[in-house]
């Protein structure tokens, strides 16, 4: 049997850290992004006999992990115990100890025994005992900052929030980081909807008023992925229409409620620069040129209707998102440790990035700073070229990047998309943000690189 063990302090209670592993979104905040899990399902919180039901994704192969809780002892501790997954054993222990005033232990405890046994669990100690050493210090850190985070605006409130476009790689995440802040997050869908669900169809102008009464705030995430496929005119047509179609559905329906929320915020991106140099853009900037900048422009300007109703509006207008989870760094990830990857095109130009978990803590304080409103880059301090980005992505990983990938290659396999998303770039800033007073997780693209890949050296985590 292999044992491990992680100990970190926490700054809050072991109470508020017992009910932030109890609420809906921890099991979410707490895998792995390196890890690619799917069908989760839960029944019950912390309490003996509650379950936890997901799947592990390697390529194409899936493993199905059971797990069900007991020695549950309120605001104090759990297990969760394996009844079906990929080990002989697996026994995880929880334990919440308080320290003194606002301050908690939190102590992960594990029995492991590998399949094939006692032999196998020897043999594989080491690679074991480094699996788990990243992957708690990456939820012990994970804890810390959501708890530290959600501190900063304890005095705002439980708060009810509907959040559009819930389901995509943003919306998600985001969902799970509020209900860790004790809010009440409600997702607005276009299937039938279940519980914590609302219908509505952009594409048939359908949405009721009465079920948007009440909300503090509404989050508008939704809109059809621009890389998912080469631009055909009939693809354009959908990117446009999406964002335009939800965006207007949205804004008109909360400009006719009798209670309005207090905050529509509705994402944009930095396609609304364009293709800009080297220039530093900060959100007094004009729009740029092109299909990307015509988009944003288009789906900004269907937010008035709130915002002439008396909402406050902010336009999110969201760099490039780094997760191993989708999106760029996903797709860049398998040549780049394979030793294959490098810059794109000249590598000159730029790209204005940001770490998911800073994205998350960014809109938490749009939502929750009432001075800030219109456009807000949602971007880090410190755009990097795409040659730096190779560069530092390569050092990370400890691989070569030094394999450019030509301009006539991205025309070739992605043709408008890739000149769009992959050479060209702007140097897009956050300074109403930074002004506001918005602190970083991860500031330097290294910083923000290892977070999310869960690379962190271990005096660092």
């Known amino acids: 049997m292999h044992t491990y063990q992680h100990v970190s302090l926490m700054p809050v209670s072991a109470e508020a850290l017992y009910a932030w592993h109890a609420s809906p979104g921890a099991f979410l905040r707490l895998a792995p992004p390196w890890e ?8 019950g919180a912390l309490e003996d006999g509650a379950e936890t039901r997901f799947t592990i994704r390697k390529g194409p192969l899936g493993v199905r992990w059971v797990a069900r809780h007991d020695q549950h002892v309120a605001d104090r501790q759990f297990r969760d115990v394996q009844v079906a997954g990929p080990f002989s054993v697996w026994r995880h222990t929880h334990r919440f100890v308080p320290v003194g005033p606002g301050e908690s232990r939190l102590e992960d405890s594990l029995e492991v025994e590998a399949p094939g046994g006692p032999v196998a669990t020897w043999l594989g100690g080491s690679f074991l005992n480094a699996t788990l050493s990243r992957m708690f210090q990456f939820r012990h850190r994970r804890t810390r900052d959501d708890l530290a985070r959600h501190a900063r605006y304890a005095a705002v409130g439980r708060r009810r929030i509907l959040v559009s476009g819930a389901s995509g790689l943003v919306g998600q995440a985001l969902v799970a980081f509020l209900q860790g802040g004790g809010h009440d997050v409600v997702r607005l869908v276009r299937r039938a909807p279940g519980p914590g669900e609302i219908h509505w169809d952009p594409e048939k102008g359908e949405i009721r008023d009465s079920d948007l009464e009440g909300f503090d705030a509404v989050i508008h995430l939704a809109g059809e992925g621009i890389a998912e496929g080469r631009w055909t005119a009939a693809r354009k047509a959908r ?3 999406s964002r335009v179609d939800g965006t207007r559905l949205l804004a008109t329906a909360i400009a006719r409620l009798d209670r309005k929320p207090e905050a529509f915020i509705s994402a944009s991106a930095i396609g609304f620069y364009g293709d800009r140099g080297d220039e530093g853009l900060d959100e007094s900037a004009a729009a740029g040129q092109g299909f990307l900048a015509d988009v944003c422009r288009a789906w900004e300007a269907e937010t008035a209707p709130a915002g002439e109703a008396g909402v406050r509006v902010v336009n999110l207008r969201i760099g490039i998102v780094l997760t191993p989870q989708g999106g760029a760094l996903a797709r860049m990830l398998p040549p780049f440790q394979l030793g294959a990857g490098g810059p794109v095109g000249s590598g000159r130009q730029y790209m204005s990035w940001i770490a998911l978990d800073d994205l998350l803590g960014a809109i938490q304080h749009v939502l929750f700073t009432p001075s800030l409103r219109g456009p807000v880059n949602a971007t880090a301090p410190e755009p990097a070229r795409s040659s730096e980005f190779a560069r530092v992505l390569g050092h990370v990983l400890h691989r070569p990047a030094i394999l450019p990938l030509p301009e006539p290659a991205v025309w070739l396999m992605l043709g408008e998309m890739g000149r769009a998303l992959l050479l060209e770039g702007a140097r897009v800033l956050p300074t109403k943000l930074q002004q506001s007073g918005f602190q970083f997780l991860c500031p ?7 977070h999310e ?6 005096e660092a985590a």
């Open 239 to 241: 990117i446009l229409q």
């Open 453 to 458: 890949i869960g690379l962190v050296p271990a």
């Open 36 to 43: 690619t899990m799917a069908d989760i399902s839960r029944q």
């Open 444 to 450: 330097t693209l290294e910083e923000a690189l290892r």
